[in-house]
C-alpha cells in the first residue's frame, strides 16, 4: 500500500522560509517521479514544483528561484524548501507521485498518489 505523509507545514511572516517533508511508503521512490500541488481556498489545486527520475526539477514561474524540490531516494523523502515566502503561498501543499509513460509536471492527473497535505499559513 502507497503512502505519502507530508509534514513541516506552518505559520510563518512574510519573507521567512519553510522545509516540507515527504516520506514515501510503499514505492519505489527511484522509479517515480514526483511533485509538489497547492491548494488555496477557492482556488484550483495547482502545480508548483516537480522532480523528475533522474532529477530534473520543474517549478512554476511564481516559485522559481524562491522554491527547491529536492528528493533523497534512499530515504525515500521528498523535500521542498520554500523561502521568501509570500502571502499568496498560503495554501494547503500536497505531495504527489506517479509513474506513467507521459508526464506532465503540473497536471493533477499525471500523479497517481497523493498525501493529505499540509498547510502553510504566510502572514503579511
Known amino acids: 500500500q502507497v503512502q505519502l505523509v507530508e509534514s513541516g507545514g506552518g505559520s510563518v511572516q512574510a519573507g521567512g522560509s519553510l522545509r516540507l517533508s515527504c516520506a514515501a511508503s510503499?514505492?519505489?521512490?527511484?522509479?517515480?517521479?514526483m511533485g509538489w500541488f497547492r491548494q488555496a481556498p477557492g482556488k484550483e489545486r495547482e502545480g508548483v514544483a516537480s522532480?523528475?527520475?533522474?532529477?530534473?526539477?520543474y517549478y512554476i514561474p511564481s516559485v522559481k528561484g524562491r522554491f527547491t524540490i529536492s528528493r533523497d531516494n534512499a530515504e525515500s523523502t521528498l523535500y521542498l524548501q520554500m523561502n521568501s515566502l509570500k502571502p499568496e503561498d498560503t495554501a494547503m501543499y500536497y505531495c504527489?507521485?506517479?509513474?506513467?509513460?507521459?508526464?506532465?509536471?503540473?497536471?493533477?492527473?499525471?500523479?497517481?498518489?497523493w498525501g493529505q497535505g499540509t498547510q502553510v499559513t504566510v502572514s503579511s
Open positions: 504527489a507521485a506517479g509513474s506513467r509513460p507521459v508526464w506532465d509536471s503540473f497536471t493533477a492527473q499525471s500523479y497517481s498518489y
Open positions: 510503499g514505492l519505489t521512490n527511484s522509479a517515480y517521479y
Open positions: 522532480i523528475g527520475t533522474a532529477g530534473t526539477t
